[in-house]
């Protein structure tokens, strides 16, 4: 389970292989970081490459929590306006 008995979300979480991960190391330590900045309300950025594992953990999380996901993929030339929308001077 993520939550200790107070509510809280637990430091790591022992039912990787329940959710069709493979609790290696590395997976476990990811999964204790993200579960910590959620519990402490701190935005998450992971960077990585493909099949990482960033989405998997961040669904994980997501579906134990009972909250929905909303994923942003990004690309190296991504400005803050692809994000937040920006305004654009008017011609005509």
């Given at each position: 389970?993520?939550?200790?008995?107070?509510?809280?979300?637990?430091?790591?979480?022992?039912?990787?292989?329940?959710?069709?991960?493979?609790?290696?190391?590395?997976?476990r330590?990811?999964?204790?970081?993200?579960?910590?900045?959620?519990?402490?309300?701190?935005?998450?950025?992971?960077?990585?490459?493909?099949?990482?594992?960033?989405?998997?953990?961040?669904?994980?999380?997501?579906?134990?929590?009972?909250?929905?996901?909303?994923?942003?993929n990004?690309?190296?030339?991504?400005?803050?306006?692809?994000?937040?929308?920006?305004?654009?001077?008017?011609r005509?």
């Amino acid at each position: 389970s993520l939550h200790q008995p107070d509510g809280s979300l637990a430091p790591d979480m022992a039912g990787l292989a329940e959710a069709g991960l493979a609790a290696t190391p590395s997976m476990r330590r990811l999964v204790r970081l993200v579960a910590r900045c959620l519990a402490h309300k701190e935005a998450v950025l992971l960077v990585g490459g493909t099949g990482a594992g960033k989405t998997t953990v961040c669904q994980v999380l997501a579906s134990r929590m009972g909250l929905p996901l909303y994923a942003v993929n990004c690309h190296a030339h991504m400005e803050t306006a692809d994000l937040l929308g920006a305004l654009r001077p008017v011609r005509g």
